[in-house]
């Protein structure tokens, strides 16, 4: 499970994949592949295998979505070596149309933390004016942030730099943190 060691990630997604997006994961230097995600296209309820590595010979989490075309739709979270639920993310419907929110549950789907995007204002400009400015996300549990997300300024291949804080690894699974970084990759993603 060296993936999971990890504080610093750097998340990238390639552009322009008609069939379906790829998502890659590397250490904080962009030299060493720790996650890889093939997203099919044209699927109508989520389920996403993130693999070690491209070759797809060994799976290690999958995120599926509970139901179909859900404005508010809960995403499972589970390790595939162990069958463990690790817990589930929920997009904030309505709150996420001006600023994108969610929610992070337990395994038992009671809620322990969120995902904020920063600021109502830059929301709002991302999305009426320009996609131009770099989002951030704000990972809190149980009242602690936990990680920040920082999307790199690129206009054509959305990035992100990923911070876990080092003393935080106890409040937020780190496969969780992987699930929350490709998701904001998937499904954010498909507002640019």
Known sequence: MQQYTFNKYFAKKSFLKIFG????????NK???LFFVKQKAFKLKEDITVYADET???????????????FSAIYDVVDVSSNESIGSLRRKGFKSILKDS???LDAKDQVIGSIDEDSMLKAML????????????FITVNKNQV??????FNPFVPQFNIDFSADTAKILDRRMGIAIVILLQIIEGRQE
């Open 102 to 104: 969610w929610e992070i």
């Open 21 to 28: 997006g790829e998502i890659r994961i590397f250490d904080e």
């Open 56 to 70: 797809k010979s060994k799976e290690l989490l999958k995120i599926k979505a509970r139901s179909m075309i859900d």
């Open 126 to 137: 991302r999305r009426f004016l320009t996609n131009l400015i770099p989002q951030t996300f």
């Open 31 to 33: 030299t060493n592949l």
């Open 147 to 152: 990680g920040v997300l920082k999307q790199t």
